[in-house]
């Protein structure tokens, strides 16, 4: 394992010394991390309850925290720049992804938008005039969003209206679909989107502890999962991200790990366990791969980004 020498300080020093609880693929082989960074802290470069994380074409690492602020770093842990969104509240940005068209879209939960931007932070576009509504281009609180081949973005939302809603290219409504509930195709909370290179678009349905699959029309394809630790199962998913290997990684917040997928839902692997150790999460919000498939885990309430494979 390599801790980055330039944060030797601070959470690093508490876990140097802990024993390792890695990755348990489905073989039941472990792994430690190969690298764990992050200070505890509000300066540049450091961080306080971070919760989302994208990495962008160059493997430049996007990490928003509860300062709201958007964080860039190398895929090693060097602070290259930072930024703040326009208005502060406590619980800061909720989604953030980096598209293929060089952007930064930006849940904005709590202030009811999607913020669009650059890669240097200069404000590109904003869906969603601010106002709380359950209206059709509004929000109550939205919490992630994707694009897919179109440019067509889709935001993932929960409240009183649990639903998905699809906005063109330049911020025009197109359609929605979903509803607050259990059933196949309705939500709760959910929380997380990815969308695949044929345009299936993932939806971490968090509460209801599963993974579910719908084409861009909102037909629901596929769907896994309930609650339990068991390979396959799921508690609390809060993110999902796929990676260059066309597999689904799963940040499970209940349990402590990031569990990988196969597309059609197949458990190839878990990593992590609860603690505060090399390899232990204290719940994990995020999960990102980075172009040489290293998986970094937003160790959230350890204020620490962890990389893995797996």
Known sequence: MKISRRHALG????????????????????SEPELIWGIHGTRNGWLHLPRVA????????????LTDRIQVFDRDGKFLRAWRTPSLNIDGPNGLTADRFGRILVADTHFYRILIYDKSGKLLA????????????????????VTDQAGNLYVSEYGNSDRIQVFDK???WLRQWGAHGYEPGEFLR?????????????????????????????RLL???????????????????????????????????????FALDGTSLGTWGTHGR???????????????RGAVSVIDSNNHRVQRFRI
């Not at 309930?226 to 597999?247: E, F, H, K, N, Q």
């Not at 150790?277 to 172009?291: E, R, Y």
Request: charged share 20%.
């Open 126 to 145: 904003q869906i969603g005039d601010g106002v709380q509504s359950e209206e059709p281009g509004r929000f109550v609180y939205a919490t992630d969003v």
């Open 170 to 172: 330049d911020g025009k």
């Open 54 to 65: 994208t990495f962008d074409e160059q493997d430049q690492l996007y990490i928003a925290d």
């Open 222 to 260: 596929h769907y896994w999962g309930s609650r339990g630790t068991a390979p396959g199962l799921m508690a609390y998913p809060y993110d999902v991200c796929i990676g260059p290997d066309s597999c689904l990684y799963v940040c499970e917040y209940g349990n402590n790990r990031v569990q990988k």
């Open 11 to 30: 959470v690093l020093a508490s876990v140097a010394a802990a024993p390792l609880a890695g990755c348990r693929t489905a073989s039941g082989s472990e």
């Open 277 to 291: 150790g090399p390899g232990q999460l204290n719940n994990p919000w995020a999960v990102a791969v980075d172009g």
């Open 190 to 218: 959910p929380r997380a989107l990815a969308m695949d290179a044929k345009d299936r678009l993932y939806v971490a349905d968090s509460c209801n502890h599963r993974i579910q699959v719908f084409d861009t029309n909102g």
